[in-house]
């Protein structure tokens, strides 16, 4: 099932398109204002413009939609303020996706094993949505970093190469 999955997303290259991440990033975070408000988390956006990027935004939107929804879903349980940043940057040459919650944070063990297919810190995750990202990231040459602080949250970053980028907009 993990090869089936990682396969459809490494063969996705003919449904590349030039993406503007900005509207690209605007139109995820409308599909997760229903959960975000159910959850009491507020939503910061901050993106760069003119970030274009080749990409299949199918899977740009599943990745971007699965870190925002897993932040989610770990700060559910907070009492302290639910807070979701979302934001676009260019370094490097390169363009990044940063996913930054409020919550409780990720043990330095389990951050070894978040991106293992199966493997979820969730009573009732399956653990496909990480390894999902991850495969859709590499599937641009691309990759996810993670830091986490335990009671202060998690930063996600989607990193694209510059060979994904169209330079000529930036």
Known sequence: MVSHTKSYFTRGAEKRAEIDLKQLVRDTLQLIETEAARHKVE?????????????????IQQAVVNLCINAIQAMSDSSHNRH???KTTHK??????????????IESAAIQQIFDPFYSTKNDGMGMGLAISQACAEAHGGRINVSSTLGAGTRFELVFPSSQVISDHI
């Open 92 to 105: 490097d040459g390169g363009v990044t996706i940063t996913v930054e919650d409020s919550g409780p944070g």
């Open 84 to 86: 979701l940043q979302v």
């Open 43 to 59: 939503i910061s956006v901050e993106l760069a413009p003119n970030l274009k990027i080749q990409c299949d935004p199918v899977q």
